[in-house]
């Protein structure tokens, strides 16, 4: 099992600190999330219908022409590695690595790229795999970039993935409407900008050839229908949207500030998250959770990725960032 965010109940059983006490910052999920509802009786009792409408107010949403909705876009990812013989694969380092544990399960050769100046390694792959914005590293990737790799990769019968799981407070930088071209993947799911995990609400942007392949892998009823109703709400729902992109801009503005007034530069972030590049990532995440505020630490290229608190909760981090 790879480590997530999110994994509070190993905070719990190594620091004896109550978990209704924590503040899980580890995970970049919005903690304001969208108002879940009251679900219609019938959802529960009837299998879900996947002629719903979903797919087609999803596609409105991203600005596509095609996709497939998927059991979060980790069901979308753990497929893609079986539509192809085995190849090389080029994956940005570092990354969320369930992409990497995907490929190699299914005897895929991963190789590691740090930016787009590796040539050698991204002109060797059949297939190369990015994050944008990067998890965890929050880099952002111009279109125009990703739509050249995608022409050179697909003269050559490759692929191009682009996991955009962070872009919905910036949809201008999505390379969603391109996705009816042939070899071309972006993943998006409702886990992050929506808060909504929970659902397991994905989708996978691609060509319709593609998408119906990838539909006989995946079978029917890959979302549970009190989760598509959820879905169809929160899509359609503009100016929840809007409003929510204001308030994460102001609130990662708000958490950047507070981190380098106590001495932890960001060294980059989106509107969900601050990511912090430092050699003390070990020490300060103990000293964090000491006081009972989890953030995710990454230990191959040693950072913090600290998540936005809610409203009631900056009291609690500011007092932590005090004690370091």
């Known amino acids: 099992m790879l ?37 219609p009786v019938h959802l529960w009792h009837n299998l879900p219908n996947d002629e719903d409408g979903l797919a087609t107010i999803a596609a409105q949403y991203y600005g596509c022409k095609a996709l497939l909705p998927t059991s979060g876009s980790q069901a979308a990812l753990q497929t893609l590695p079986k ?8 994956m940005l380092n570092p990354m969320y690595q369930e992409h990497a544990h ?8 991963v190789l590691r790229f740090n930016n787009f100046n590796d040539v050698d390694v991204i ?6 795999l990015i994050c944008n914005p990067n998890n965890p590293t929050g880099k952002q990737f111009a279109p125009q970039d990703l739509l050249h790799l995608h022409a050179t990769l697909a003269k050559r019968g490759g692929w191009l993935i682009v996991d955009e799981a962070f872009m919905d407070a910036t ?18 799911s409702l886990g992050k900008f929506f808060g909504l995990a929970g659902t397991r609400v994905g989708f996978l ?24 109703y959820i879905a169809m ?40 998250f601050q990511y912090i590049a430092t050699t003390e990532a070990m ?21 913090l990725r600290f998540g936005l608190p809610d409203e009631h909760q900056w009291q609690q981090l500011e007092q932590a960032l005090q004690s370091l």
């Open 233 to 272: 709400l929160a899509l359609q729902d503009s100016t929840w949207q809007h409003n929510t992109r204001l308030s994460l801009v102001n609130s990662s503005s708000r958490l950047s500030t507070l981190l380098n007034q106590y001495g932890l530069s960001p060294t980059a972030g989106t509107a969900l």
């Open 205 to 228: 942007l691609a060509a319709q050839a593609q998408l119906h392949q990838i539909q006989e892998e995946l079978g029917p009823w890959t979302i549970a229908g009190p989760s598509r």
């Open 102 to 109: 995907a490929w190699q399960h299914h005897g895929h050769q």
């Open 3 to 39: 480590e997530h965010g999110g994994n509070l109940s190993a905070a719990v059983a190594q620091y004896k600190i109550p978990l209704e006490q924590w503040l899980d910052l580890s995970t970049g999920i919005n903690p304001c999330h969208y108002p879940i509802p009251e679900i």
């Open 283 to 303: 020490r300060l995440q103990d000293k964090l959770a000491k006081q009972g505020i989890w953030v995710r630490r990454f230990n191959e290229q040693p950072a």
């Open 123 to 128: 002109n060797s792959a059949d297939v190369v």
């Open 171 to 188: 949809p201008e930088h999505s390379i969603a409407q391109h996705t009816h071209l042939e070899g071309l993947f972006v993943l998006r």
């Open 83 to 90: 539509l192809r013989p085995v190849c090389k694969v080029a």
